[in-house]
């Protein structure tokens, strides 16, 4: 197998770059893009390595946005060839912890670059590339912080994309033009511990919180609209202090997130939260915080051309969605208001024996190349 994307997706998969490490990764590209005539930053910030690189002054300026650090690989013995070595499946499959999520897309990116520009070496406009180590953990060292660097120095974008695996059966078939926020609730309820064949002397918080649970589970925030689904919550744990199977606990935390649309606001949700828990029947601290806002591209420019794009090189109508996780798309919202994420298939992300199709990184090179043709030449 000679394919020039494929061979560079394997380099970057052979770094075990779990978040927020890179050990790496963005040297690579660096020196990719150094040799085409890219101007290259590095903004590392303790353990998380960013990079920003870009081509080019005047009219336009298409970003593209990504990641290079990956989840764990987690068990060794459920991969079939191993999470961090990469392996070409009859020279149709690539294996690997990042296949598709996201050192698959970051190279038919790099890749696209490097042929745009060997056919069109005075193009007009900017073309650019923002990579962080920091998406798959915390996030609080990756964009989120480039981009207040970027402001101060006035480097605004007019057009995103971003690399997320967005693709679910074909690839092109489903692009982000937004996302839902994501705030997480921390609640503890205190009670009273006591033997449990003695009820009148005890107040078990389990027993409190079982009928709120339910209430929250039921609850109804919004209906959602045209451009989101309605608003949703999940439990993420619950635990108690109990000592004994005989001794009720006196105190159980438990947590749950609230995907949200741009109907209703935190402030609300947090209001609705505390209308529901604060009462004078139990003692209850209510912690919560907001990891994400939503956001929504609410101009049809880069849209079309991206879908276009997809018609040309696949013959497909490409669906709009905003379902999915948070993206670090969201910080770029402070930079531009057109952001698309167009990337692979999301099947197997996150998963043992991640894997992409050779077929669909030749694609996706092909596409991000179309779509740079399209808005800078």
Known sequence: MNSSVVNLAMQLIKIPSVSPLDLGCQKIIYKRLKNIGFKIYFFNINNTKNIFAYRGSEGKHLNFLGHTDVVPGGDEKKWKYGAFNPFLFKNKILFGRGASDMKGAIASMII????????????????????????????????VKVVDLLKKKKQYIDYCIVGEPSSEKILGDVIKIGRRG?????????????????????????????????????YQWDNGNKDFIPTSLQITNIFSNSLSGNVSPDELSFQFNIRFSNIIQPKKIVLLVNKIFNNNLFDC?????????????KKFELINVVSSSIKKFNSIDTKLSTSGGTSDGRFLNLLTDQIV?????????HKYNECVKVSDLELLSFLYEDIMNKLLV
């Open 112 to 143: 696209a670059a490097e042929n745009f520009v060997t056919k069109n070496n005075s193009y007009k406009g900017k073309l650019s590339f923002l990579f962080t180590s920091d998406e798959e953990s915390s996030g609080i060292d990756g964009i």
């Open 341 to 349: 994420e167009l990337g692979l298939i999301n099947k197997t992300i």
């Open 182 to 218: 994501s705030i997480t609730f921390n609640i503890k309820i205190k009670g009273i511990s006591g033997h449990v064949a003695y009820p009148k002397y005890l107040k078990n918080p389990i027993h409190i919180i079982i009928p709120l649970l339910n209430k929250l589970i039921n």
């Open 285 to 297: 601290e209510i912690n919560w915080k907001v990891f994400a806002l939503p956001f929504l591209n």
